[in-house]
């Protein structure tokens, strides 16, 4: 994953994730794995990037309930679906699914780089 600066603004997060989209080309054999399963098929990444695509927002502080009850500041990058959202977690410098709950957003320990954690839910 590509280094960013901890306090890193949106700019700095959109930057990010360009630099991912532009390096994930299922056409081109840049599958990645998924889990511990058999490799998905390519149109199946396309999908999933087309709905990444789709879901982005311009990156927006956020406070995520993580495990013991710690608040962190973060970067919503990825509107709601209605239960699910990714966010930047600037302290450990990797992206992470939250779950919408009636505590607000709450860290599920799904970590990684912007897509996949975005395709752990497909």
């Known amino acids: 994953m590509t280094e960013v600066n901890p306090s890193a603004d ?7 994730i ?3 989209l ?3 080309d299922p056409d081109a054999g840049n599958l990645r794995a ?13 999908l999933v990037l087309a709905e990444f695509r789709a879901s982005l927002i311009e990156p927006e502080e956020t406070e995520v309930l993580f495990c013991g009850g710690a ?7 990825t509107r ?6 990714v966010v930047w ?5 990797v992206f992470s699914l939250v779950v919408d709950s009636r505590f607000g957003l709450v ?16």
């Open 34 to 46: 998924v889990g511990q399963v058999r490799p998905m098929s390519a149109r199946w990444h396309r």
């Open 80 to 85: 709601s679906n209605g239960a699910y959202r």
């Open 22 to 24: 532009h390096d994930y």
């Open 10 to 16: 949106g700019e700095a997060i959109k930057a990010l």
């Open 89 to 93: 977690v600037p302290s450990a410098g």
């Open 18 to 20: 360009a630099t991912e």
């Open 107 to 122: 860290d599920i320990g799904v970590h990684g780089d912007a897509v996949a954690v975005f395709g752990s839910i497909h």
């Open 71 to 77: 608040v962190q500041r973060c970067w919503s990058v």
